[in-house]
Nanobody
Framework: QMVESGGGLVQAGGSLKLSCTAS????????MAWFRQTPGQEREALVY????????WYKDSVKGRFTGSRDNNKQIFSLQMNNLGPGDTAMYYC??????????????????WGQGTRVTVSS
């Protein structure tokens, strides 16, 4: 499973770096994604990386502000978030892609979820 960390309270315009440490499975065998979720909403994918660490997709609203990266040797998947705004307030999760049931990045295709880390951005 994953253990996410690095969340917290930050002012608008600030930055945070989230980390996700994997255990119990072969991290390098799975593409990975970061998701976020707000109350009453479904989890939405933000960034997707290949097994080798190539970032192949960002959600439009985070392009240019968020950067995903992974270290397969350390089994860590990170998300650098810059220029945060109140709209980024959410619970953030990382997950491994287990299935290819959809053409996009839908949470039902992912597993090994952690407990998430909360990000709160004040205006």
């Amino acid at each position: 499973q994953m253990v996410e960390s690095g969340g917290g309270l930050v002012q608008a315009g600030g930055s945070l770096k989230l980390s996700c440490t994997a255990s119990g499975f072969t991290f390098r065998d799975y593409p990975m994604a970061w998701f976020r979720q707000t109350p009453g909403q479904e989890r939405e994918a933000l960034v997707y990386t290949t097994r080798a660490g190539l970032v192949v997709w960002y959600k439009d609203s985070v392009k240019g502000r968020f950067t995903g990266s992974r270290d397969n040797n350390k089994q860590i998947f990170s998300l650098q978030m810059n220029n945060l705004g109140p709209g980024d307030t959410a619970m953030y999760y990382c997950a491994a892609r287990l299935r290819y049931g959809s053409s996009g990045y839908v949470d039902t295709d992912f597993g090994y979820w952690g407990q998430g880390t909360r990000v709160t951005v004040s205006s």
